[in-house]
């Protein structure tokens, strides 16, 4: 667990703490996504690049080429939209986690990793040690959603999407968290120090928080370099 030496301003998510499910009726709205064991039978597959109603995808040299990339046994498959399947795949098995909902997750941080630039694969590692991919985690702090964004310190972000329910939104929770995260990343000056202003343990001397998700990350990375390596 990242020790709570940050500020509390600064602070985002107090590393591993426990999640529990909400018990409001907005909840529900979302419960169709929630974590499934593994070897559930998926319903329908969540399309690679899900994007609320009415709000158009942002321009992405990674998500726009995988959406319209061909169908999943095409052997033509475009390289992102290779990429994005092994890593949703991956992440489905690791985490036990519904397949067609992490193809949505990993999506929308190809999108916002894209938009922000930040790296997809450090967004999904901040998302592996936050929440486990449970989109309805809540912490005994209240950070909610995929990133474990904590609402009173981020309302700026949140009222531009119609309040703090915006957080149960997965694709949106991962747009404010890329942010948050990127302005964390550039006030630091380099990637560990900034997950540790993320994690809240900005002055914790060993950098646990971002030492494990450094870790995840290279996971995500070492899975990619053997999918290429296959399709050489």
């Known amino acids: 667990m990242a020790r709570a030496t940050q500020s509390v301003e600064n602070m985002n998510f107090l590393g591993d703490t426990d999640r529990s499910y909400f018990g409001r009726s907005r909840a529900l709205a979302y419960a169709s996504i929630a974590v499934l064991l593994?070897?559930?039978?998926?319903?329908?597959p969540w399309p690679l690049n899900p994007h609320p109603a009415g709000q158009q995808p942002a321009t992405s040299t990674w998500v726009d080429d995988a959406a319209t990339g061909p169908a999943h046994d095409d052997l033509q498959v475009h390289p992102a939209e290779r990429d994005q399947r092994a890593?949703?795949?991956?992440?489905?098995?690791?985490?036990?986690?519904?397949?067609?909902?992490v193809g949505g997750f990993v999506a929308a941080a190809f999108r916002a990793g894209t938009?922000?630039?930040v790296d997809p694969l450090l967004i999904l590692a901040v998302v592996a040690v936050e929440s486990r991919f449970n989109p309805v985690a809540e912490s005994s702090l209240g950070a909610r959603g995929l990133m474990q964004v904590l609402p009173r310190f981020h309302q700026d972000k949140l009222a531009e999407h119609g309040g703090d329910a915006a957080l149960l939104d997965p694709v949106l929770n991962i747009d404010i968290g890329t942010r948050i995260l990127r302005e964390y990343l550039r006030r630091a000056g380099e990637t560990e120090s900034g997950l540790q202003m993320y994690g809240g343990a900005f002055d914790e001397p060993s950098a646990q928080y971002a030492g494990k998700v450094l870790s995840e990350r290279a996971r995500l990375q070492q899975l990619l370099v053997r999918v290429r390596r296959s399709d050489a």
């Open 38 to 44: 593994a070897g559930a039978a998926p319903t329908a």
């Open 87 to 101: 890593l949703a795949d991956f992440i489905a098995k690791r985490f036990r986690v519904a397949r067609d909902a």
């Open 115 to 117: 938009e922000h630039r």
